[in-house]
């Protein structure tokens, strides 16, 4: 059976992924059309300071953030100016460091989805008079759905996994910012095998289950966008 603190981290763990899929996805669309469309001559430099995350150690980037996010760093001045306390071990850094470090597994699926539809159905849009809000919700979403779900899928199944830069941010403190995959460290190190087994194994057939849906799904729409 789990523990309280096993159930406190999960809870902390689907809270924090789930935020974070949800902030990625208002941040990235706009972040994402405008990659796709632009032209301009520093773009390749944009998509690698957005990509490093993907190459980079957790460690180096969880350190940075933590000194950002820090009592003396700028976002850790500018929440105590606003009196919001300190970032830096808390549930709220937990999810500023998520944001940045998964990213590019919500940014680079929706990149190319938008890529991928062209120019014409737009064009075809605007000719028939809809506005720009009309345009995204009735052409650029509904073609783009698969990349969103990729994009969705990616960014809560690399937060739930997330170590490094969690531990670096938020340290280990229980129904705070433990998340499930420092609680399985701490049963490791503390020899309770069965326990790290039941939190190992339940993340291993969530994370699966995802993959699954995602694949299944586009099949679904690939099939779908076939027949039209």
Known sequence: ML????????WITLKLAGLTTLTLL???TPLAWWLSQSRWRFKPLLEAIIALPLVLPPTVLGFYLLIALGPNGPLGQLSQFFGAGSLAFS???LLIGSVFYSMPFVVQPLQNAFTNLGDRPLEVAATL???????FFSVIFPMARSGYLTAAVLGFAHTL????VVLMIGGNIPGETQVLSIAIYDHVESLEYTQAHLLSGGLLILSLLMLLSVYGLNRRFSVMNTKH
């Open 129 to 135: 008079g809809a506005s720009p809000i009309d345009r």
């Open 161 to 164: 996994g997330e170590f490094g």
């Open 91 to 93: 549930f709220t850094g």
């Open 3 to 10: 523990s309280p603190d096993d159930l406190s981290a999960l």
């Open 26 to 28: 208002i941040l990235c």
